[in-house]
Each structure stands twice: as structure tokens, then as C-alpha cells.
């Protein structure tokens, strides 16, 4: 199935440097070719070794990532999160909070979960910002010709703020990720009758088609938008990319979803547009 998305896209206050060998490291340039065998790098530092401790001991330093936003938001950040487990071997953990969110779609949720008052401590300060700053002070201390990897030693945690969804970084591993997360079987079997009603609705076979999801999101992304001083889509950029899968795909339906339905039926409406 071919999609459409809309991406709504530590201080180096470092109070001490420690090196240490990163027997793994040049293994994660093969990553790709070897994700279901990967192990996590060897110890990086005392405090951060989780090999022989409780995971769910919120006392011991580790990574954690904020749970704002609705799903869409928290599947961005539990798999920005994860990046940081994959490219420096760092302890990381989700709020219970978030751990609920994404056990309710997917069959595993492959990090450990601390109790939300875990998360409530000031100290969290000390190393809290946006992906890219806290990603790149640790990248800097990366040295892969020399297998060292040199990390700051956590006071308590680190923090990534905001809505991180680094599709740069994503991508990668994309289809690893695949492979990691999947969906819960009542999920995949709720999607599939949404999707075969609403072609049955048209008197549509299934077979031979690509369905193109679409998410036309407006309320309170206009309201963003306009907050931001962005410009929202207008109803000619939906049609622009409808033509442009028309012309790349042979017999392409489009299911869209949206919380503004009657805006979709008065500017997108076409013989091979379902809105459901």
C-alpha cells in the first residue's frame, strides 16, 4: 500500500567525558544487513551498563524521550528514541504513560517502561532538548576509525524535548523498524474491514488496486499553521499529489481520512476518492 504523510515536524553543559571501548561500534555500520541478530555494544560506562540491572530501576541513569501529542507523535518519538539504543548503546525507557499508548496497537513494545514519577524530577533539565542538539553532542564524541565512543556521564537522565520525527535518521532503518514494531492482528483485521466497506461502498474489487491513504488533518493544524505563520495545504496541493499517483500507478484509489469531512467531500471529491 502506498501512503501519503503530513509530518508535523544536551545543554554541552557535559560535566565530565568518558571513554571507553565500543567493541560494536563498526558493526553498526552493517546494522541493516543484521537487525534481527543485533545485540546491544558492550558496557559504555558503569552506570550505564543495564546488562545485570533492573531495567525498571528508574534510579539508574538512562535516555527517555517526552510522550506529548496524540499516536501519531508518540510513534515518532518511541522510534527516535530507539535510534539512540541502536547508534550509541544508551539505556533507554519510555514512560508508563507512553508504554500504554503503544501496547494498544503494537504486539511488543521492545524498551523497557519506568512509572511516570520517574519522569518527574528537575533534574531532567540538566541535558533536556530537541533530538538533533542532544544527537549531535553525543555523534561528537564518536570516533569510529579509533572504536571509541565517548559519552557524557548522565546525572540522572536525559531528556529529548519536543516532536522529534528525524526522517533523515528514519529512514535508515526504515524497514528494520518494520521488522521490530508490528501491528496487533485485531488492528490489521479492523483496518482491513474499514478498508474493504469502504470499497464495497463503490462496488470496488480489491484486487488489482493500490489504495493511497491520505490524512487531510485541519482544525487545530490550521490553527497551528497560522500560529506558526505557515501556510496551510490548500485543496490543489491534495489534487497534485493525487495526479501525480495517478500517473505512477495503474488503477490507484485513494481513502481518505480527515476530521473535516464535509471540506474533503466539497474540494476532493472524484470517482477514484473515498472518503471514509
Known amino acids: 500500500m502506498f501512503s501519503m504523510f503530513q509530518f508535523y515536524y544536551v545543554e554541552e553543559n557535559l560535566s565530565s567525558v568518558i571513554c571507553s571501548k565500543f567493541t560494536d561500534l563498526k558493526d553498526k555500520q552493517n546494522w541493516t544487513h543484521s537487525f534481527n541478530n543485533y545485540t546491544n ?157 469502504a470499497l464495497k461502498a463503490r462496488k470496488l474489487d480489491k484486487s488489482g488496486i493500490i489504495l493511497v491513504g491520505t490524512h487531510v488533518r485541519r482544525s487545530d493544524f490550521i490553527r497551528h499553521t497560522r500560529k506558526k505563520h505557515l501556510r496551510y495545504p490548500t485543496d490543489e496541493y491534495y489534487t497534485n499529489a493525487f495526479n501525480l499517483f495517478r500517473l505512477k500507478c495503474k488503477n490507484a484509489i485513494f481513502i481518505v481520512v480527515s476530521d473535516d469531512i464535509k471540506w474533503c467531500e466539497k474540494k476532493l471529491s472524484a470517482p477514484d476518492v473515498i472518503i471514509a
Open 41 to 197: 555494544p558492550k558496557q559504555i560506562q558503569n552506570a550505564l551498563e543495564s546488562k545485570n540491572k533492573n531495567e525498571n530501576n528508574c534510579s539508574e541513569p538512562f535516555i527517555s524521550v517526552t510522550h506529548a501529542g496524540r499516536l501519531g507523535n508518540k510513534i515518532c518519538q518511541f522510534l527516535s528514541l530507539y535510534l539512540f539504543k541502536i547508534d550509541f548503546g544508551i539505556r533507554a525507557v519510555v514512560s508508563s504513560k507512553m508504554y500504554k499508548s503503544l501496547n494498544g496497537i503494537f504486539e511488543t513494545v521492545p524498551l523497557p517502561h519506568l512509572p511516570n514519577s520517574c519522569f518527574e524530577t528537575s533534574t531532567k533539565s540538566i541535558y533536556k532538548n530537541n533530538f538533533e542538539n542532544i544527537y549531535k553532542i553525543f555523534k561528537k564524541y564518536v570516533n569510529i576509525d579509533e572504536n571509541i565512543l565517548n559519552v557524557t556521564n548522565i546525572a540522572h537522565y536525559t531528556f529529548i524535548d519536543q516532536y522529534p520525527c528525524p526522517m533523515e535518521h528514519l529512514m535508515f532503518y526504515r524497514q528494520k523498524f518494520h521488522s521490530l514494531i508490528k501491528f496487533k492482528n485485531e488492528n490489521i483485521k479492523a483496518a482491513k474491514y474499514i478498508l474493504e466497506n
